[in-house]
């Protein structure tokens, strides 16, 4: 079921959600997004935490946005900051531009070897999505590969983006030649091999 989104910012000191005020089509209940901020608005933070939570290990993006700020304000959960820090990595991901300026807080805050640990999380959650054959990841994860990694890895960001243009996803193909200027000769070769053993190797949906 597809919810529409809209872009507001509840009346909530130090919270800024991304909030879906409207009902389910099929439905007289509020859609789990819509009681989650409903939750927060009645302070009911521990409900909030444990719709947020749900809909962000499904994938929703303003919901991982939304736990991460839990997260951070210790609201329906103790602060933690590397949790903060791993929704926050995954909304970016996912789009959600306020994320950014969390994500770059909490970095600010963390040392190196918590950082590690975040970024092997945040592989694990893209990658987990990439072996489901879930297009939308495939971008996400080359992205990664470029700017959440300790070191840009640029042959593998090309092989996915390349992965990406060959299936046809939107955007893909300029991506993919942004990073090709980075790479030398024989590791460009060796991105492009790569690339046609991904493709070779796993099978896409198409688009809806």
Known sequence: M????LNILPAIACLAFFSQDVMAADTDLPDPFSQA???VRQKDYSTAFELFLHLAEEGDYDAQYNLAVLFKKG???PTHYQNA?????LAELGGIGKATDMREELVGVMPEETLDLVRAEVKKVLTQRFDASDRSVILQLAQ?????VKEPD???SYALRALAAA???RSAMGLR???EAELESKELMDAQQMAAKLYEETHWPLPE
């Open 37 to 39: 901020v409903t939750a």
């Open 154 to 156: 640029f042959k593998t």
């Open 177 to 179: 030649d942004e990073v």
């Open 167 to 169: 299936i046809g996803i």
């Open 144 to 148: 990664y590969n470029l700017t959440i």
């Open 85 to 89: 820090l791993k929704w926050a990595f």
């Open 75 to 77: 609201l329906g959960h």
């Open 2 to 5: 597809t919810y529409l989104k």
